[in-house]
């Protein structure tokens, strides 16, 4: 029976606490502020569930007094059990230069609700934060002035020889590798270099076994043709003693070139068998990625 009592009695007393008004402050810090550092709080106000903030009623970011400044105001509205509960995060700056450790006041206001049975206003008191000073007032005498100010620190010493070496070499090694594409590509003044005709080749009848054509002849024609190139007029086999005198990196292929013009010859006035003319394409790729590589060597 008592603890029915008491249950009824809790009943009847919670709509008299739901309806209570409550301020709370919340600060990041209370003390250790500088001149200049930004003070960061956070006030709770908790009021009934059917009241409604007036929004004219918040302070406004400006000038509170003359080493304060309140510069940002940010508001959300929520319930907690039943009650209303708005949240205002606050943002000052502090402009008080502090000679010693000292608390000064932050400046309270008050806001403006409405509820069923009318108007109210709701206090949020001033509250206070420890500011401290950047310096000493009175320094500790000393007999010379120079004994005021702190010695130099001692710079590390940094070797810069071993940088600069590896910035050379790095240097001289891209330069090296750009020289080397350049007469490989031709660039200026690698410009008048001979053109690799075979190297070309080599490529072109790469591609042409790839695509499974086992047209003999018209490869032969494309070595005469770069044979034709690289002796700046047409190559018989007569020729070849002129083009090796000229041509010295080339001489120790004076067989294959005989070889050549050997099957070259059969291709195309005696003819061959099938069998004989897939073994004649081999020899014929080999032939020309020899000329090919030595052409790159020369």
């Given at each position: 029976m008592?603890m029915a009592c008491i249950?009824l009695?809790l009943?009847?007393?919670?709509p008299?606490?739901?309806?209570?008004?409550?301020?709370?402050?919340h600060?990041?810090?209370p003390?250790?502020y500088f001149?200049?550092d930004l003070i960061?709080?956070?006030?709770?106000?908790s009021?009934p569930?059917?009241?409604?903030l007036?929004?004219?009623?918040?302070?406004?970011?400006?000038p509170l007094t003359?080493?304060?400044?309140l510069?940002?105001?940010?508001?959300?509205?929520t319930t907690?059990?039943?009650a209303?509960l708005?949240?205002l995060?606050?943002?000052?700056?502090n402009?008080?230069?502090?000679?010693d450790?000292?608390?000064?006041e932050i400046p309270?206001f008050?806001?403006?609700?409405?509820t069923a049975t009318g108007?109210q206003?709701?206090?949020?008191?001033?509250w206070?934060?420890g500011?401290s000073?950047?310096?000493?007032?009175a320094?500790?005498?000393?007999?010379?002035?120079?004994?005021?100010?702190?010695?130099?620190?001692?710079?590390?010493?940094?070797?810069e020889?071993?940088?600069?070496?590896l910035?050379?070499?790095?240097?001289?090694?891209?330069?090296?590798?750009?020289?080397?594409?350049a007469?490989?590509?031709?660039?200026?003044?690698?410009?008048q270099?001979?053109a690799?005709?075979?190297?070309a080749?080599?490529r072109?009848?790469?591609?042409?076994?790839g695509?499974d054509?086992?047209?003999?002849?018209v490869?032969?024609?494309?070595?005469h043709?770069?044979l034709?190139?690289a002796?700046g007029?047409?190559?018989?086999?007569s020729?070849?003693?002129?083009?090796?005198?000229r041509?010295?990196e080339?001489k120790?292929?004076?067989v294959?070139f005989?070889r050549?013009?050997e099957?070259?010859?059969?291709?195309?006035f005696?003819g061959?068998?099938?069998?004989?003319?897939?073994?004649?394409a081999?020899?014929l790729a080999q032939?020309?990625s020899r000329?090919?590589?030595?052409e790159?060597a020369?």
């Amino acid at each position: 029976m008592r603890m029915a009592c008491i249950a009824l009695l809790l009943a009847a007393t919670l709509p008299a606490w739901a309806q209570e008004t409550a301020v709370r402050i919340h600060s990041a810090r209370p003390f250790g502020y500088f001149v200049g550092d930004l003070i960061h709080a956070r006030i709770d106000v908790s009021a009934p569930a059917d009241a409604v903030l007036s929004r004219a009623s918040l302070p406004n970011p400006g000038p509170l007094t003359g080493s304060l400044d309140l510069r940002d105001v940010e508001l959300s509205e929520t319930t907690e059990n039943g009650a209303r509960l708005w949240r205002l995060d606050l943002t000052y700056q502090n402009f008080y230069v502090a000679l010693d450790a000292r608390d000064v006041e932050i400046p309270g206001f008050e806001l403006s609700i409405s509820t069923a049975t009318g108007a109210q206003t709701v206090a949020v008191p001033p509250w206070r934060i420890g500011v401290s000073p950047l310096r000493e007032v009175a320094p500790q005498k000393q007999e010379q002035a120079s004994d005021y100010l702190r010695p130099d620190g001692s710079s590390a010493f940094t070797d810069e020889a071993t940088p600069r070496n590896l910035a050379f070499g790095a240097g001289a090694a891209a330069l090296l590798a750009l020289a080397l594409v350049a007469r490989d590509r031709a660039w200026p003044p690698f410009q008048q270099r001979q053109a690799r005709v075979f190297s070309a080749l080599a490529r072109q009848i790469a591609t042409r076994r790839g695509a499974d054509d086992t047209n003999l002849a018209v490869s032969i024609q494309l070595v005469h043709r770069a044979l034709d190139q690289a002796n700046g007029a047409i190559l018989l086999s007569s020729d070849l003693p002129e083009f090796l005198r000229r041509r010295p990196e080339f001489k120790p292929l004076r067989v294959d070139f005989e070889r050549f013009f050997e099957t070259s010859r059969r291709i195309f006035f005696g003819g061959e068998s099938s069998m004989e003319e897939d073994f004649a394409a081999e020899q014929l790729a080999q032939f020309v990625s020899r000329l090919a590589r030595q052409e790159r060597a020369g």
